[in-house]
């Protein structure tokens, strides 16, 4: 029988005669057949399995096989028994190489055909221990799929134990070192099923036995992580991926991101080739696995490595948004490679020419899936492009292919960049003492104390804090690194952009400080403020003189144009300074005799207005030690419609208020007996009146509270506890000229004042003849002391990070929420919490309009110092000081983009911060875990400053699957 099959196979018959001759053959199975001939049989069939031409041979041969064993079970049973089995396994069959896939195939049949004879059990035996050794050999894929199939029908095959967990391992290698060299289509799809094939009977085994998970996925990284440039894994590894539980993520990655014996540089390979991965079709949750590793990274402050991965695989990233079966995996981690990325622009600036193209084609693709992923693109680069402006020339052709195309808000670009930073990561899996934080949930940046500098601390905060002076510092086009402003540019600049959570403005100290300030002792805020916009306007005087006499100096240059960030240029016949323009007021002293009405005035340019306190019934009240001080002398009937009064009872006076004092500065002051007037007119000492007006508002109305009264008695200087309340609004009369009246007959004989005039100014203002305009401004800093002496204290301020629609509606009425806070300060605040900051020199936290208000009802020694308020009228409009701040609904403008010296700073010093973070975390770990952290963080004591922070200066699964199989990559 076994020659006439052989004969028939090997004959020139047609196929039909072929298969009608393999039918007798088979049928012929049924009779009785000697031992021998079985044996026969047995053996042709294996050589037809084995080594026939073609696939009918085969065919016939699994047919005739099956046949003969199911009738003969134990002459088969003899035949297929464990030497043969192993012998195929290790030596092949005469010319076929054991390791041909065939051989696995025959040998799955042969285990099929003798499932319920006792003698199988020797066969499984023997299959699990060559399972093992094939696999150390490293078969390629066809081999390994046709093993996984065979294991996976006959489980009883699979090692166990020990040898279980090192099959798995060395299953793992052995899929690193699959390698695909055809870009043939039909070729692809074989060899993803081959690899799909494995990976699933290692799902299946880590199932059964989960102890074997861990130790193989220990295995995927040692093979990942090689440096040796002789062996690069096969991304099929990508395949395990989507079999890994995604709940051992946490765990996974705190073994990695801490584990002290991984070096960076196998760190860097891993996750390099972890990216690759992207590019491995239809595995699911890759991405996922690689921003968790991104994210561990960061939280242990491995920033070398971050950068390294980022500029090397970025553009990489990038092109797998070209094809849709990896499409939403590569958007998911390209998004967080950039957003988390904000030190520099570098790895923007690699993708940006690959930009328009691909939305281009997205645009040009009608298909629904595109439309929504091009809408989540081009949302990341809006994102990008404000992190990093200042580039029109890269910019200008992407905002002209993406014009058509949603834009995210502010706000929403402010919060996916500040939860997207490095330095905002926060790892819950690491150990060790607890590392320095990252900038606080504001995104604002504070300032290191730098001994006892809290007094110029709070007043950089609150000149920061002035929009429109901040963005007019920041367009400045300076020559030179040596001025003041090129300092407070660099300052406000660092302030803006660094990463650090806290600056030391080191560099603006040491040109800024007085030279009669000592270095550690505390200092007046207001006296800093007041010297440092003198210095600042008297510079740019200077410059301008110099510009203006030697030709062809340049030192400094008009600010950017007007529709960058918000920003004017101030009118080119404005010859004010930067500081007279935003700051600067006129005010008029005039004194007029009562004897012959002859009337002198002299007008002087203001910064600042001082406003002292209105004399208390008690005198001995004002001085140290007293917390509840009544508001003293008469009460105002200025026309100041935001007057604030809290509830009284009989007892008790109305607390002063900022009008109050407003109105008490104004306020005429009778000149007599020791301290009369001369007169020239008439020749002699008279009783006179002088008066204060403001004829000219500032942009910027700064008012200091003048806190600090000389004690006669005890021959120091006091600190006034009163408590002024704050009104989000103000009211500044400015007085506009009119023509002159006719001079009045002087009176033949003037009644004597009271003998109380000469104590204190009247409260009460005279009739003027000048028209009044009532200006109004808007609260936006406060600057604090804290303490009950001059000589000692520590300042912190308020600012408002931008003005709400509510404070800023003035309603003829008057009835707007400014006015309804203004009669009620006891109320809480409408406006929304996080539009009031509290810089506490290194420390920023969001704070309340009602805890500005209330703060030293609550801390008796805390007491509003320095006040900054914004004109009203500069909201919307272009301003000719060259101010404007918001839109009237709350927007801020855009901040103006950086000039590349200052961006260059800022970057260098981002990444010498993220390299100083990976140090301290290096340190940190190898310390004690009992080391102790000294860290307060109050950070309010300023005889003792807190250490400085640093030295100065998943995306969707994309569609598609085999019927795109053109767009695979690899």
Not at 92 to 120: M, N, T, W
Not at 892 to 913: G, M, R, V
Request: proline share 6%; glycine share 6%.
């Amino acid at each position: 029988m076994d020659k006439i099959l052989e004969g028939l196979i090997s004959s020139a018959h047609t196929l039909p005669v072929k298969k009608a001759i393999v039918k007798k053959v088979v049928e012929a199975a049924e009779k009785d057949v000697g031992t021998e001939e079985c044996r026969s049989l047995f053996s042709v069939t294996t050589r037809l399995i084995l080594l026939g031409e073609d696939t009918f041979q085969k065919q016939v041969g699994f047919q005739v096989l099956e046949a003969y064993a199911r009738y003969h079970r134990s002459e088969f049973e003899a035949f297929f028994n464990k030497d043969f089995v192993v012998s195929l396994l290790q030596q092949g069959y005469e010319q076929l190489d054991h390791k041909d896939p065939a051989i696995v195939d025959f040998i799955h049949c042969g285990l099929r055909l003798l499932i319920s004879c006792p003698a199988v059990l020797e066969l499984f035996a023997a299959v699990q221990v060559e399972a093992l050794r094939t696999v150390c050999e490293r078969p390629g894929p066809a081999l390994c799929a046709r093993l996984a199939a065979l294991l996976s029908d006959f489980v009883q095959c699979v090692p166990r134990d020990k040898a279980g967990l090192l099959f798995c391992q060395q299953l793992v290698r052995t899929i690193g070192y699959f390698h695909c060299l055809t870009s043939q289509e039909q070729e692809l799809g074989e060899y993803v099923a081959h690899v799909s094939k494995v990976a699933t009977l290692l799902q299946n085994i880590w199932k059964a036995e989960p102890a074997a998970l861990l130790p193989s996925l220990q295995e995927v990284f040692a093979i990942i992580s090689s440096t040796d440039p002789s062996f690069e894994p096969s991304i099929a590894l990508a395949s395990l991926v989507q079999h890994i539980p995604v709940q051992m993520i946490t765990i996974l990655i705190k073994s990695l991101t801490t584990d002290q014996n991984v070096k960076d540089a196998n760190m860097t390979k891993a996750l390099c080739r972890m990216i690759d991965w992207l590019s491995w079709p239809l595995a699911q949750h890759v991405d996922t696995w690689v921003i968790a590793l991104l994210k561990g990274l960061a939280a242990v402050h491995k920033f070398t490595i971050l950068i390294d991965v980022t500029l090397l695989k970025i553009e990489l990233v990038f092109n797998r948004l070209w094809y849709p079966i990896v499409r939403g995996g590569a958007l998911a981690v390209l998004s967080h490679m950039l957003l988390s990325f904000q030190h520099s622009p570098e790895a923007f600036h690699l993708v940006i020419p690959h930009v328009v193209p691909l939305v281009r084609s997205l645009q040009a693709d009608k298909l629904a899936t595109s439309k929504a992923f091009l809408f989540q693109f081009t949302e990341l680069v809006h994102c990008m492009m404000y992190q990093y402006s200042g580039f029109p020339d890269l910019y200008d052709h992407i905002l002209e292919a993406v014009k058509d195309l949603p834009k995210p808000g502010e706000d929403k670009i402010k919060l996916v960049l500040n939860q997207s930073a490095w330095t905002s990561q926060f790892n819950s899996c690491a150990s060790g003492p607890p590392r320095q934080a990252g900038k606080s949930e504001t995104g604002k940046t504070g300032l290191v104390n730098l001994g006892n500098t809290c007094y110029m601390n709070s007043i950089l905060q609150t000149l920061f804090m002035a929009t429109d002076f901040r963005r007019h510092v920041l367009s400045l086009r300076l020559n030179g690194s040596g001025s003041l402003m090129k300092k407070l540019q660099m300052l406000f600049a660092f302030l803006a952009h660094t990463q650090r959570a806290a600056y030391a403005p080191r560099n603006f100290l040491e040109v800024s400080r007085p030279t009669w300030f000592n270095a550690g002792s505390q200092q007046d805020c207001s006296e800093y403020l007041r010297f440092l916009l003198d210095r600042l306007h008297e510079e740019e005087k200077t410059i301008q003189v110099l510009e203006s006499t030697t030709p062809g100096v340049d030192v400094i240059e008009a600010p950017t144009p007007p529709d960058v960030g918000g920003a004017t240029s101030p009118q080119s016949d404005d010859k004010r300074t930067l500081i007279e323009r935003t700051f600067g007021g006129k005010l008029v002293t005039g004194v007029r005799c009562t004897h012959c009405d002859g009337v002198s005035e002299k007008e002087e340019p203001f910064t600042d207005l001082s406003l002292a306190f209105c004399p208390s019934r008690d005198d001995d009240k004002s001085v140290e030690g007293s917390i509840n001080v009544n508001g003293g002398g008469e009460t105002s009937t200025s026309a100041s419609e935001d007057q604030t009064s809290a509830p009284t009872s009989e007892r008790e006076e109305p607390p002063l208020s900022v009008p109050d004092l407003v109105d008490y500065f104004l306020a005429p002051e009778i000149l007599d007996q020791d301290n009369a007037y001369f007169c020239g007119k008439c020749g002699g000492l008279r009783r006179a009146e002088r008066t204060l007006k403001v004829t000219a508002a500032p942009e910027y109305l700064i008012l200091t509270l003048l806190r600090f009264a000389y004690d006669a008695k005890c021959h120091v200087r006091r600190k006034i506890l009163d408590n002024v309340t704050i009104p989000p609004r103000l009211r500044l009369p400015v007085q506009q000229p009119v023509p002159p009246s006719p001079p009045k007959t002087p009176p033949t004989s003037a009644s004597p004042p009271p003998s109380s005039e000469n104590l204190a100014k009247k409260l009460k203002p005279s009739h003027q003849d000048e028209e009044v305009q009532s200006v109004v401004y808007v609260l936006g800093s406060v600057v604090m002391h804290s303490g009950v002496s001059s000589e000692s204290g520590h300042y912190y301020s308020y600012g408002r990070d931008r003005a709400p629609q509510d404070d800023l509606s003035d309603s003829k009425d008057g009835s707007g929420q400014g006015e309804q806070i203004r009669e009620n300060p006891g109320a809480a605040s409408t406006a929304p919490a996080d539009e009031w900051l509290l810089f506490n020199d290194s420390r920023v936290t969001f704070a309340s309009f009602q805890s500005v208000q209330n703060i030293t009802s609550r801390f008796p020694k805390d007491t509003a110092y320095v006040l900054m308020y914004r004109k009203q009228e500069v909201a919307g409009r272009d301003a000719g000081n060259g101010s404007t701040a918001d839109n009237g609904s709350g927007q801020c403008a855009a901040e103006p983009p950086l000039q590349k010296e200052l961006l260059d700073a800022i970057i260098k010093d981002n990444k010498l911060y993220l390299q100083e973070q990976e140090l301290n975390a290096r340190t940190q770990a190898l310390q004690a875990p009992s080391s102790s952290c000294s860290f307060r963080p109050d950070g309010s004591d300023d005889n003792n400053p807190p250490g400085s922070c640093g030295p100065s200066g998943g995306g969707g699964g994309g569609g598609g699957g085999f019927n795109t199989i053109s767009r695979l990559v690899f």
